[in-house]
């Protein structure tokens, strides 16, 4: 996407949140009760804001509950994998920091002996 295009563009990582949590839940006052634990009107305005900020309509709104359009449907997989992309690089940039430190395993056998070197190949 052209730098121009960026310019005023105000897509914040919580509107994937409450997009992936509306998704899910197939409710924006389940997603705003259950997982985002925020009203309910303040969770209709963020999507109406995110459908604005991106051009399309991303859901129906219905008389129980909400469905995705075909537009709804590919943005939450982008959504989603937007979402895991930023886990991982906090991971990454937190192993980074602190790195984990070498590790040394010993094991042993406990039972009987084998029978010489070929025991284990079933020549023994």
């Known amino acids: 996407m052209p730098l121009k295009a960026w310019v005023g563009f105000a897509l914040e990582l919580r509107h994937l949140r409450y997009f ?3 998704a899910e839940e197939g409710s924006l006052t389940n997603a705003a009760e259950r ?3 925020t009203a309910q009107p303040s969770l209709s305005r963020q999507i109406r804001d995110l459908e604005l900020e991106i051009g399309v ?3 129906e709104r219905k008389a ?3 469905a995705l ?3 709804g449907r590919v943005f939450l997989d982008h959504a989603r994998l937007a979402l895991m992309q930023i886990e991982v690089a ?3 940039a937190r192993r ?3 790195p984990e430190k070498p590790g040394f395993v010993i094991g042993f056998l ?3 002996r084998p029978n010489g070197p070929n025991a284990y190949r079933g020549e023994g």
């Open 20 to 22: 992936v949590a509306v």
């Open 35 to 37: 997982r985002l634990h």
């Open 57 to 59: 309509k991303l859901l």
């Open 64 to 66: 129980r509950g909400i």
């Open 69 to 71: 359009t075909a537009a």
């Open 90 to 92: 906090c991971e990454a």
């Open 96 to 98: 980074k920091e602190k």
């Open 110 to 112: 406990l039972g009987q």
